[in-house]
C-alpha cells in the first residue's frame, strides 16, 4: 500500500529509495493518489538530498511507464532525436530535423512551449497557418513514416506524470534539480522509442544552467541515466551567452529556418552547433562511419535542397501551406512597426544579458508570463551582431518588430542596457565540449 508521507520523509532523511517505491509514488502522482502538495514536498526532498543514478534510473522508468510508449519495429533506418536545453535564438530543431530525414534517419520529436525567457518548438512553428502541433497519435506515426520527420507536442498520454511533476516544480523552486531535471527529459525521450538520443546542454548567461560546470554535471547523469535504460546517448556543451540565430521570435525564427534550408543566410553560429548535433546523431545511428564522412552528408543534404524538401513535405503533413517555403512572406505575419535600433557608441560588442534579450521578447507579447497568456507571433528580433563584432555609432544593432510603438521604445530601453559595447574585442566558441 503506497504511503506518500512515508516515501517522502525516508528522501527528506537522504535515504535511497527502492524502485518499487519510486514506481508506485509516481503511480499514484498518475492516478492522482498522491496530492499536489505531496508532489511538492517529494520534490524539495529531492532537491536537497539529491539521487543516485540508480534511483534517478528508477524515476525516469516509471515517469516513461506512466503512459504510452511509441514503437517503430518496421522503418528501414534509425530513429533519432536531439533535446535541447533552451535558450533564445535556438531554432535548431527546426533545421536539423529535415536535415536528418533527408540522410535516412526517422525523426519523431517530441517538443514544447516556451518557458521563461527562451523559446519553444510549438511556438515557433504555430506561426505557420494550420500547422497542427497535436496530430492524433495515429497520424503523428504516419507522418514519421511517410514524410521522415513530425513535430508534436508531449500530450497527455507520453509520460503524463511528468507533465504534472513539472507544473509543480514550477512553482515550488524545484526545476533546476538535476535528478528532476534527468527524469523529465529522458522519459519523454524514451517514451519515442528512440535508437539514440543527442543532448544539447546550453551553459552562460540565457541558459537554465549558467555555469559551464553544472552543465557539465547534467550532461553527464543525463548521459549515464539514459545508457542504464537503454538508450545511447552524447551530449554537447554549447554557448548561450548570445542568441544563436540571427532572429529570434516566433515567426521570424521560421522566417530564417527557411533561409538557412535553402541556403540564403546561414548565421555561422547556428551553423556551427546544428552541424556538431547532426554529425554525433548520424554517428550514433550508425549512418555514417566518421565525422568527417557524417558532415558531408549533411552538407550535401542542404546543398542539394534535399533538406528544405523534407521541411516543406512536413508543414504540408501537418496541415501547413505547401508553399511556405516559396512564399514565406504570404503565411508569415509581419509585426506593424519594424525599425532598426542604433548602436549607440563606436566598440566591440562585448556582452549580452541574453536571458535579459529574452525576456524582451517576451514582454513584446512573443512569449508567455503565464499559461494563459497568447503569443503574438510577429514580434521579435532581428539581425543581431555577435560578441566581439566591430560596430560604430549609428550602425544598426539589431531590428525590433513591435506591435506599437510604445512596445518599441519600452523594447529599445531593454536592449540598450542588455548589450554592452566596450574596448575589446573578444568572440565566443559555439560549442565547448562534447561529452
Not at 243 to 249: E, I, K, M, Q, S
Not at 279 to 287: I, R, S, V
Not at 369 to 379: A, F
Request: charged residues 20%; aromatic residues 4%; proline residues 5%.
Amino acid at each position: 500500500m503506497l504511503l506518500p508521507a512515508e516515501v517522502i520523509k525516508a528522501k527528506r532523511d537522504g535515504q535511497e529509495l527502492p524502485a518499487d517505491v519510486i514506481s508506485d509514488f509516481v503511480g499514484g502522482i498518475t492516478s492522482e493518489q498522491v496530492s499536489d502538495a505531496q508532489i511538492a514536498a517529494f520534490a524539495m526532498a529531492v532537491y536537497l538530498q539529491n539521487m543516485n543514478m540508480v534511483e534517478q534510473s528508477a524515476l525516469t522508468l516509471a515517469m516513461r511507464d506512466s503512459g504510452r510508449c511509441l514503437h517503430w519495429p518496421d522503418l528501414n533506418g534509425p530513429v533519432l532525436d536531439k533535446h535541447s536545453t533552451g535558450g533564445v535564438g535556438d531554432l535548431v530543431s527546426l533545421v536539423l530535423a529535415p536535415m536528418l530525414a533527408a540522410c535516412g534517419a526517422y525523426i519523431p520529436m517530441i517538443s514544447g512551449r516556451g518557458l521563461g525567457h527562451t523559446g519553444g518548438t510549438l511556438d515557433k512553428l504555430e506561426s505557420i497557418p494550420g500547422f497542427n502541433v497535436n496530430p492524433s497519435a495515429q497520424t503523428f506515426s504516419r507522418a514519421v513514416r511517410d514524410t521522415g520527420l513530425a513535430i508534436t507536442g508531449q500530450g497527455s498520454d507520453l509520460a503524463p506524470a511528468d507533465g504534472r511533476f513539472y507544473a509543480v516544480r514550477d512553482v515550488t523552486a524545484t526545476v533546476d534539480s538535476i535528478p528532476l531535471i534527468v527524469a523529465s527529459i529522458l522519459s519523454k525521450k524514451l517514451a519515442e522509442g528512440l535508437d539514440g538520443l543527442v543532448l544539447d546542454i546550453k551553459t552562460g548567461n540565457g541558459a537554465f544552467m549558467c555555469e559551464r560546470n553544472r552543465a557539465r554535471d547534467l550532461a553527464v547523469n543525463l548521459i549515464e541515466v539514459a545508457v542504464m535504460t537503454g538508450l545511447p546517448c552524447r551530449a554537447l556543451i554549447t554557448d548561450m551567452n548570445q542568441p544563436l540565430a540571427r532572429n529570434a521570435g516566433n515567426a521570424l525564427e521560421i522566417i530564417e529556418t527557411i533561409e538557412f534550408l535553402k541556403g540564403a543566410k546561414r548565421q555561422p553560429r547556428l551553423a556551427d552547433v546544428t552541424l556538431a548535433l547532426g554529425c554525433e546523431m548520424l554517428l550514433l545511428g550508425g549512418l555514417a562511419e566518421n565525422p568527417i564522412a557524417a558532415r558531408l552528408m549533411l552538407n550535401r543534404v542542404l546543398e542539394s535542397g534535399s533538406a528544405a524538401e523534407y521541411f516543406a513535405r512536413m508543414v504540408s503533413t501537418q496541415g501547413g501551406p505547401s508553399d511556405l517555403l516559396e512564399q514565406p512572406a504570404k503565411y508569415l505575419a509581419a509585426a506593424p512597426v519594424i525599425r532598426d535600433l542604433a548602436v549607440p557608441r563606436n566598440g566591440f560588442i562585448a556582452s549580452m544579458d541574453t536571458r535579459a534579450i529574452g525576456l524582451c521578447i517576451v514582454s513584446l507579447g512573443g512569449g508567455r508570463r503565464s499559461i494563459q497568456d497568447n503569443i503574438d507571433h510577429r514580434v521579435g528580433l532581428s539581425g543581431f551582431r555577435l560578441v566581439g563584432e566591430k560596430v560604430n555609432t549609428g550602425d544598426p544593432l539589431l531590428t525590433i518588430h513591435a506591435v506599437d510603438e510604445t512596445a518599441w521604445q519600452v523594447a529599445a530601453a531593454q536592449l540598450l542596457d542588455a548589450v554592452v559595447i566596450g574596448r575589446r574585442k573578444d568572440t565566443l566558441p559555439a560549442v565547448y565540449e562534447h561529452i
